[in-house]
């Protein structure tokens, strides 16, 4: 029987990128993928088709090209509600990405919904783009916003949440379903079903997680779900939000303009219909399209084998790492608790200092505080190191990582 490993290697020659040859003549290895992913040549030929074939504008004309491109750019939205498992197609929204998702609600809800003294409760390991927007909506209106912490292990303490919901003002509880520092996946079913006993509603920051491991949104039961599509093969630019019909219909325009307008008077304006309400103005119609192509690669994989890739990687790896002179590796060790992300330290040495050195071998990792400040003052560290993997990712890469780190450690003389 073929590991996923085995399985997984032979898709490599899809993506023209991993051929690069790098600083003094290294082959590159890429393991910064909970930044950004690479992208296979199905997705690129698809923007470029649009381009060379199908541009025109959407929802707006007759003729052959547009009708071509609107039913290019709608049929991406079919494929995300069978990806994620969204029953109404009409709660799906196009966004420029995961941040610009929580930016939407915090305004186009939070500004209706928010009153003095109210609480938004996130938690210690969020992405800033989860808790900057909720800090300025907080400020303007004199609500809360209060956090569930984290144990050692990097798992949450959820009887801090649950202080939270007794005090009867909570409005919403925001998270991440997979950290992007330690690979934490949250208990999201677990947190959901104790804000529904409140009347409390929830919103999963998903751009972790549905790249990595099958997402059902109708099963979460949240009431927002964002994700971003270039963390999982698709082009930058392009995200998602879903929010349950019966919020959406509630929520007032993020932006006006063209599209997403009914009828238009001097004084007055009537919306369009739902989804358009929320998607003013030309879309990004190519990456929308590349989006829908990225959706297909991974279908056509099978999102239990991703996940199930990742582990095995992951399992190896963290291994291999534990083995290196001096590290410190950040998370649970329970791999069925974290996706492929892990962080890391060398106790005296600067992360920017590891990243540099292994670059020099051709190794792509991420330094830095990874836009989780909170995280970082939790932690006790200014920053860390990571590497994060996906589909293309190998052992042979994982050994590359851990020869270029043993480097390290004998310059720094660990």
Known sequence: MQSAQTTFENLRKDFPILQRIVRDNKTLVYLDNASTTQKPNQVIDAITDYYRNHNANIHRAVYALAEE????????????????????????????????????????????????????????????????????????????????????NGELILDDLDKYLATGKVKLVTFSLMSNVLGTITDAEKIISKCKEHGVLTLVDGAQAVPHMPVNVEKLGCDFFAFSGHKMLGPTGIGVLW???????????????????????????????????????????????????????????????????????????????????????????????????????FSDVHPHDVAQIIDEEGIAVRSGHHCAQVLMERLNVAATSRASFYIYNTKEEVDSLITALTKVARIFKL
């Open 69 to 152: 491109a609107t039913e290019l750019y709608e049929s991406t939205r079919d494929k995300i509600a069978n990806f994620i498992h969204i029953p109404n197609r009409e709660e799906i929204i196009f966004v420029r990405g995961t941040t610009e998702a929580i930016n939407l609600v915090a305004y186009a809800w939070g500004r209706n919904h928010i009153q003095k003294d109210d609480i938004i409760v996130t938690t210690e390991y969020e992405h800033h783009s989860n808790i900057v927007p909720w800090q300025l909506l907080t400020q303007e209106k004199g609500a809360k916003l209060v956090y569930i912490g984290m144990a050692d």
């Open 243 to 345: 929010v349950r019909k019966s919020v959406l219909e509630s929520m007032n325009p993020f932006h006006g303009g063209g599209d997403m307008i009914r009828e238009v008077h001097k004084y007055e304006t009537t919306w369009n219909d739902l989804p358009y309400k929320f998607e003013a103005g030309t879309p990004n119609i190519a990456d929308v399209i590349g989006l829908g192509s990225a959706i297909d690669y991974l279908t056509k994989l099978g999102m239990e084998n991703v996940r199930e890739h990742e582990i095995e990687l992951t399992t190896y790896a963290i291994e291999k790492l534990s083995q290196v002179k001096g590290l410190t590796i950040y998370g649970t060790k329970d791999i069925s608790k974290r996706g492929g992300v892990i962080s890391f330290n």
